[in-house]
């Protein structure tokens, strides 16, 4: 079987998993961030033998990881609505999200994207650390500053390349694939050559609509972009990384 | 030259330092107790980092820092902070601070030991245990559930076990 994991909330993921399935995958199965706290049974094994886990949801479909055959991954935070009010929340949260971290990244490959320390799917840097690959990648990059008397809170802000309302474009990396604008030759490497430094089978890499570099300047990259910028060809590309 | 972070009587910190101490290495230590005394201004452009480190007044290319070791503790609970309201000056510079340093440390040319990404397997051990069964070692026997039959199961199959609930 394939796998998507999202939420009920990822119109994205749920549009991927419609196509995914017009494509061929089946059996495919959709499991929600919302109906996994309400699981009857987990099991998570590892040890001599390879990891394993497998899951009963409430409505009785099992899913063991010995039988998935790829993964459309993109579940970006642990529930934790049924563990609020408990005397253990904090530890019980610290527990539900390492265990969250292991079994997803027990997944069986191919995993897009697998789960890593920074993220359950895939890496979420920060804007430092994103500008810095990106730069690496040779993708244009806006000089980005930060200091010690910075007025910023990031507990409830976060940093910009750019200011609020820049108009950004959206290319997405799928495997050795990227899609969304048409891009310059340069552009286009460097998308690939961020995929490959961050890690990642999926990226979405935003681009500032800048006078500089012929207008493109990278403004950001998440393991999380709105798949339906790529359209159907990347329903197809993402069918073929998974198949 | 050689950056250390922390709090200078902290076990590990104080042995590095006394090691660096006996093998004449040059090194700067930060203490982050005194931390309204320094400053850091970090810029990243084309992937390279450059900046400078500001401590008691003297001032340091963060390029020339070929090592660091970091073992910054978490802000909040710093002495020096512990009468200063939530959103004080104190408390703002602190933070901003310690976020420039780790910010750096993430992607500085440096040896860094450890950067917080590396450590981020820290906090899920079955995570952290498939880590490292991929580089070969044995790790031990672990079952994770919800159902009270298997837990019963496993430990009668392994007569040595531990159980966290």
């Known amino acids: 079987m394939w796998l998507v994991l999202c939420s009920t909330q990822d119109i994205s993921g749920l549009w991927a998993f419609q196509g995914l399935q017009l494509r061929g995958l089946r059996p495919i199965e959709l499991v929600t961030v919302e109906m996994l706290p309400y699981s009857l049974k987990w099991e998570h094994t590892m040890g001599v033998s390879d990891p394993e886990f497998s899951i009963t949801l409430v409505d009785g479909r099992v899913i063991k990881s010995g039988a998935v055959r790829g993964v459309l991954n993109r579940l970006t935070h642990v529930p934790r609505h049924h563990l609020a009010g408990g005397p253990d929340y904090d530890y019980a949260t610290q527990e539900y999200t390492a265990f969250f971290m292991s079994w997803l990244f027990a997944l069986p490959m191919p995993v897009i994207n697998r789960a890593d320390a920074q993220g359950l799917c895939g890496a979420w840097r920060h804007i430092s650390e994103w500008v810095w690959l990106a730069g690496r990648a040779g993708l244009p990059t806006p000089l980005y500053g930060q200091k010690s008397t910075d007025r910023i809170d990031e507990t409830v802000e976060i940093r910009r390349l750019h200011p609020v309302g820049t108009p950004t474009i959206t290319a997405i990396v799928v495997g050795e694939r990227v899609f969304g604008p048409h891009l310059p030759s340069r552009i286009l490497a460097g998308c690939l050559r961020l995929a490959q430094l961050a890690k990642a089978g999926l990226l979405g890499i935003e681009f500032a609509a800048s006078a500089s570099e012929n207008g493109w300047t990278f403004a950001g990259a998440t393991p999380m972009p709105d798949l339906r910028v790529g359209g159907e060809p990347l329903l197809n590309a993402l069918a073929e990384e998974l198949f | ?165």
């Open chain 2, 1 to 165: 030259m050689i950056l250390l972070c922390g709090i200078p009587t902290e076990s590990p910190l104080a042995m590095v330092r006394k090691a660096l101490d006996a093998s004449g290495e040059h090194y700067l230590l930060l203490n982050q107790r005194q931390f309204s005394v320094m400053g850091i201004m970090l810029e990243i452009a084309d992937g390279r980092s450059t900046g400078r480190l500001r401590v008691n007044g003297d001032s340091y290319p963060l390029e020339e820092f070929t090592a660091i070791f970091t073992r910054l503790m978490d802000y909040r609970f710093l002495p020096e902070l512990k009468d200063q309201p939530d959103g004080s000056p104190q408390r703002q510079l602190c933070r901003n601070l310690l976020d420039t340093l780790n910010r750096w440390a993430e992607v500085a040319p440096a040896r860094v030991v450890n950067r917080t990404a590396a450590m981020g397997s820290n906090f899920s051990k079955p995570f952290q245990a498939q880590l490292i069964r991929r580089f070969g070692f044995e790790i031990p026997e672990t079952l994770i559930t919800n159902d009270p039959e298997l837990v019963k199961a496993f430990r009668a199959r392994h007569q040595r076990s531990s159980t966290n609930p």
